[in-house]
């Protein structure tokens, strides 16, 4: 278990977690969701966004939802704004800066 100031997140998405076959917990796209955005490496970010990419995997709602029963709606308004731009660039809405480098060379 973690042993920082957001131990509640894990605590409660292992909570929330259901049993495997392989007899390990699975826990929900939206907790992952959370959880790579915690983590915040870019990779993070990456699998962040492919999660919500993908139609109907990750309800959104629940996100906010989860945030803020475990944390409060002042976590949520820390993580609103950064979770917007995940669900932009999986929209489409926007590019990271990384493709725009790119097309700038080409």
């Known amino acids: 278990m973690r042993n920082d100031d957001v131990i509640d997140f894990y605590r409660q998405a292992l909570a929330d977690a259901s049993d495997s076959e392989f007899g390990f917990p699975l826990i929900t796209p939206e ?8 983590a ?4 993070d970010q990456s699998d962040g966004v492919f999660l919500l990419k993908k139609k109907g995997l990750v309800d959104r709602r629940s996100i906010k939802r989860l945030v803020t029963t475990t944390a409060g709606r002042g976590a949520w308004g820390t993580m609103a704004t950064g979770l917007k731009r995940w669900y932009d660039l999986a929209d489409g809405k926007i590019t990271t800066e990384k493709e725009d480098y790119e097309a700038d060379r080409l």
């Open 31 to 38: 907790w992952l969701v959370i959880l790579k955005y915690i």
């Open 40 to 43: 915040g490496r870019f990779r």
